[in-house]
């Protein structure tokens, strides 16, 4: 027994040198559900920060995928944008074999037609009159039918007045060869002008600020234009993407709700020249009414803005659009300004257009700031009715107590006659 323990004893020491030397990692255990449930909150937090899933990335592109479509009929039905909405390498691959199998296609009916009537048996007759001439074979037919779809002309192979058939493919192929070119061009030229490529070039900022501006409480977030040619009409819009439950008890997720950025005083309608600073006032009506920073990093948000307009060269409307989540959400910043005034001109330092600097901004929310101001305007209104309220307590004390000394006295004086009388 006792060689039994020392053995024991010895691999024990020897598995913890091991332990101690080897560089293997110990692997946590796998926690169950409720210990996972019953983690610390602070972790919680920090593995629902991690989960927000953005509706729409910083890029413009919406994170959305459609999945159990059936009716897939209606991508056939608008053939034209289901092509143009194709990415590139397929697109190219579609005009490459449009082209292909309809010269393949008419080739083979040329060599058909020329098998058809003899011209192969007849090569080299000068007594014979064949229906293309020079067509000895398929490839020749493949030729002269691109020829002829391409109206290019060489004027070797040409078609003979003896062969009608070959008239009315002739024509065929022709008008069926300027539906292909047109609907093809058509579609890879709206493919390369497509409006989104000019979104490109207008840039939101990285994050959004809360800060006061004139006594308010107000979310703000920067725009510009990187071209000089300007975009006619611009207009901002702003979503807030927030899942919510109604009183009846329905969950809508991610419901959108209008952040209002100036649509009544026209404050949306943008002079894009150069960068400009979106500002929403938190007001009764805004999303925002009830939160503070400390509640703002709890929220599970994103505010989506949309910039939509007119490209000045092309006159074709364009959108760009952006996000930002509550960690991309500054609270008590500014912009850094980015326009100064040179010598007959005003630079634009985009190295600065993402900057921010902090300043002095409250940390209590727009409803609690408004509540603050009102009960400091209050007791100026209250002075006035308190003592109001003091003379009449005074006043109807006296009188209990003149009406209680005279009821005092009355009874006094009653007790003087009853003896009196007595």
């Known amino acids: 027994v006792c060689l039994f323990l020392m053995a024991a004893n010895v691999l024990e020491e020897d598995s913890m040198e091991q332990d101690i030397e080897s560089p293997v990692t110990i692997h946590q255990p796998k926690l169950p559900k409720q210990a996972r449930e019953d983690l610390p909150k602070n972790l919680n937090k920090e593995c629902a920060k991690r989960k927000i899933q953005r509706y729409v990335r910083k890029d413009g592109k919406c994170n959305v995928h459609h999945g159990n479509v059936r009716e897939t009929y209606r991508y ?10 194709l990415k590139w390498r397929f697109n190219l691959l579609i005009f490459v074999m449009v082209y292909t199998v309809t010269w393949l296609f008419f080739g083979m009916i040329w060599w058909l037609i020329a098998y058809m009537r003899g011209d192969m048996d007849h090569i080299g007759d000068s007594t014979w009159t064949p229906c293309v001439s020079n067509l000895n074979g398929f490839v020749s037919a493949f030729l002269f039918s691109i020829e002829t779809e391409t109206t290019i002309g060489y004027g070797y192979r040409v078609i003979t007045d003896k062969c009608p058939e070959g008239i009315i493919l002739l024509l065929v ?15 890879m030229f709206v493919k390369i002008s497509q409006p989104k490529k000019r979104a490109e070039t207008l840039v939101f900022s990285t994050n959004a600020v809360i800060s006061m501006r004139d006594g308010k409480l107000c979310l703000m977030f920067r725009v510009g234009d990187l071209r000089n040619s300007h975009i006619v009409e611009a207009s901002i819009r702003a979503k807030l993407i927030k899942s919510k439950q109604t009183k009846e008890g329905e969950f809508i997720p991610l419901n959108q709700t209008d952040i209002n950025v100036g649509y009544y005083t026209g404050d949306d309608r943008l002079f894009l020249v150069s960068p400009l600073i979106i500002s929403h006032e938190i007001n009764q009506q805004s999303p925002f009414w009830e939160i503070s920073k400390a509640q703002l990093p709890k929220e599970e948000l994103e505010i989506v803005v949309i910039l939509e307009g007119m490209v000045e060269a092309t006159g074709m409307t364009c959108q760009a659009r952006s996000s930002y989540i509550t960690s991309e959400i500054l609270w008590g910043y500014r912009f850094t300004p980015v326009l100064t005034l040179e010598d007959g001109f005003y630079e634009v330092d985009y190295n600065s257009f993402h900057e921010t600097y902090e300043t002095n901004t409250p940390v209590h929310s727009a409803k609690e700031l408004a509540e603050m101001a009102s009960r400091a305007e209050l007791p100026l209104t209250w002075s006035v009715s308190s003592k109001l309220d003091q003379h009449a307590e005074l006043e109807t004390e006296e009188e209990e107590k003149n009406q209680d000394d005279q009821n005092e006295r009355n009874g006094d004086v009653a007790n003087l006659e009853n003896e009196s009388k007595v």
């Open 76 to 85: 056939l039905t608008d053939i034209f944008t289901t092509l143009v909405d």
């Open 173 to 187: 192929q022709s008008v069926l060869g300027s539906i292909v070119n047109a609907f093809m061009v058509g579609c």
